[in-house]
């Protein structure tokens, strides 16, 4: 089947009988709050949220109007998150959640659909990690912690090499390997001091006595040991040490790191003041700054913590806003106050195009007829408009 014809990972989580009874009862815009009480008392879930109170993005039912909420890992649940389709009776599909995260309809997630979860909403959202590429000099690149590749899907959109990747997820390895040919891709647990060595010396091999440009990751943010670099005591407490510990053997011109806000105030904020007083002690100078995806073209509310440390030059400055961001807590447009910058994308746009689904129907492999695609997020995911034709055309 053609590329232009086709469609990847269109495929619905299955639901309940009684979660597809809470989910018809939740209008656009809503929430558990408007689950009639003869469905709240069939599920002890509901009833202690009723009785307590609980999260209005529980149950919640996408805008077509707005951009989406967080996607998280659990969107196949409606009790997790905002995650019902806007129009129809289900959670989002599989594709649906990768277009929300700015994947291009041309990558393709591989493996058991549990994973396919998890490598969507882990993700970096690639058109945010192509604003913040878009900062720094391109050149040959290192992606840590790299998961389905869309912090290095967006770095390569903004022009930067990726030489070698690593991740500990085999799944996740398989999928960046299948979107990313031309990646080294070593699935090794750099917790192990053998495995790290090993990811080193493919770098260090590849650079051939040259620098690397930039040595980007994700490492989840409870992996930093206020001990040290490398605690091997505690594996949840290594990973942002890790990463530290790979700047200081390559010393590269440019450290990328992507986090999410809780990094912040983990700890007390300890996990972040470390990473800054380790990159200052590197001689980087260091900048971290909290960016909102939306903003960047990215048809969600999410919002990430970007540190970047730089050895050649005295400022970083972020990424140049293009969308108006959503106050966090908003629900309707009205609460977006005017600000000279257009109406981030929203979820109609990024997904009123894609076939119809009942919950638990779909297939890997669906056939898409191009007449279907109508607004230009929907062109720039299907390969037909550059990244910069979309924004002149989506902000005139």
Known sequence: MPHERTLWNHVAPPLSALDLEMVR?????????????????????????????????????????????????????????????????????LREAARLQSFPDSFRFSGPFSSILKQVGNAVPPLLARAVGETLAAGSTVDL?????????????????IMVAADVDPHMCQTYSLNHPG?????RDMSHRNEYQEVLEEIENRLRGRTLSLLAGGPPCQGFSTAGWWNSADNRNILLGIMLRAVRDLMPEQVLIENVPGI???????????????LGELDYTVVFRV??????????????????????????????????????????????????????????????????????AGAEVVPYDEVWTTTEYQRLMRGKISFHQFVARRCL
């Open 25 to 93: 009862a939740v209008p656009p815009g809503g929430d558990w709050r408007d689950i009639p009480a003869e469905i709240i008392a069939k599920s002890s879930r509901l009833k202690q949220i009723s009785k307590s109170g609980g999260r209005t993005t529980y149950y919640g039912r996408l805008r077509s109007d707005m951009p989406s909420y967080t996607i998280s890992t659990y969107f196949n649940r409606p009790g997790n998150g905002t995650f019902i389709h806007p129009t129809q009776d289900r959670t989002i599909s």
């Open 145 to 161: 912690f790299c998961g389905a590749g869309g912090l290095s899907s967006g770095l390569q959109q903004a022009g930067h090499k």
């Open 291 to 360: 960016l909102h995806a939306e903003q960047y073209g990215v048809p969600q509310r999410r919002t990430r913590v970007i540190i970047v440390g730089l050895r050649a030059r005295d400022t970083w400055d972020p990424p140049q806003l293009l969308f108006q961001a959503i106050p966090r807590g908003c629900r309707f447009p009205v609460c977006v106050p005017p600000c000279g910058l257009p109406f981030p994308v929203t979820v109609g746009e990024a997904i009123a195009d894609l076939p119809r689904l009942v919950p638990g």
């Open 264 to 278: 912040k105030w983990i700890a007390g904020g300890t996990y972040l003041q470390r990473a800054l007083s380790v």
């Open 183 to 187: 990646v080294r891709v070593l699935c």
